[in-house]
């Protein structure tokens, strides 16, 4: 690509990163405010769980304000009706207006995030992931590197997975779901991918993953910081990840230094059994 082409993609995603920033502040203004004086929750049909009017105002305000700066891109959000015109677009808004609903529902629970990222071609290029409770705001453009509150990140570069600080659920340690034994790692967990994904960024921990079906809009945002932070992020078969795709789904997520990735990926199941599809979203 030529110098100038690639100047000018830089130039378009560090814009995008500063309305992101700027959108992810007030997002967070809202939902705290909502938390404050308590919020109503409902269920989402087919079991996909509670939704509260804080994530659908927060939604609604980040629809208004980043559509209106960025007329010509697409929109894929999760608490949003979704679009297909969003696959025409080059440009696509990514969005979980707040990831970890029940971590927000539980009182003095701060580890719940707004996912905000902008994809060009599949590509995240732009992304932040704030956690307004915690006033952390996690921030990455392409090839830009990453940042917590405007400070340089870095992911670890441990390289052995026995004892490696390992964020993801307890299923996932499910025997079924892997070679051998199961790894010798010290478990951890947060109820927020998007914050999962940050914190390996952040080098708190050495690695996460969740080898379930996972939808774009909490995955977008995190992969873009956690790549930026010298990590390597990709789907349970160690593919590269794509977003703006028509089912909105990833086969799973693995983000971890290049050598612990390939340990974890090694130590996969390949033929592991596959949690069933969510249902489509009208």
Do not use: C
């Amino acid at each position: 690509m030529p110098a100038a082409e690639t100047q000018a993609l830089q130039q378009e995603a560090l814009a995008d990163l500063a309305l992101l920033t700027e959108a992810a502040r007030v997002a967070g203004e809202i939902a705290l405010a909502h938390r404050a004086r308590g919020f109503d929750v409902t269920e989402k049909p087919d079991g996909q769980g509670p939704v509260t009017d804080a994530d659908l105002a927060v939604d609604a305000a980040l629809h208004t304000r980043l559509r209106e700066a960025r007329p010509g891109y697409g929109w894929l959000s999760e608490e949003s009706p979704d679009d297909p015109a969003r696959l025409e677009h080059e440009h696509v808004f990514i969005i979980d207006p707040i990831d970890g609903t029940r971590a927000f529902m539980a009182e003095g629970n701060t580890a719940w995030a707004h996912s905000l990222a902008v994809t060009r071609n599949g590509v995240v290029t732009a992304a932040v992931v704030f956690l307004p409770a915690k006033d952390s705001l996690y921030a990455a453009a392409l090839g830009g590197g990453a940042t917590l509150n405007g400070a340089p990140i870095r992911a670890t570069a441990r390289a052995a997975l026995a004892g490696a600080r390992l964020l993801a659920a307890k299923p996932n340690y499910a025997p079924a779901n892997w070679r051998g034994p199961v790894p010798e790692v010290a478990r951890h967990y947060r109820p927020s991918l998007a914050y999962r994904l940050s914190s390996v960024a952040e080098g708190r921990f050495d690695a996460m993953l969740t080898l379930r079906p996972s939808w774009e809009w909490d995955i977008a945002a995190g992969s873009l910081i956690v790549e930026e932070a010298g990590a390597r992020v990709t789907d349970r078969s160690g593919a590269a990840l794509r977003f703006n795709t028509p089912r909105a789904l990833l086969d799973g997520v693995v983000a971890a230094g290049p050598a612990l990735h390939g340990l974890i990926l090694d130590q996969l199941a390949p033929d592991a059994p596959r949690d069933p599809l969510p249902p489509l979203r009208d």
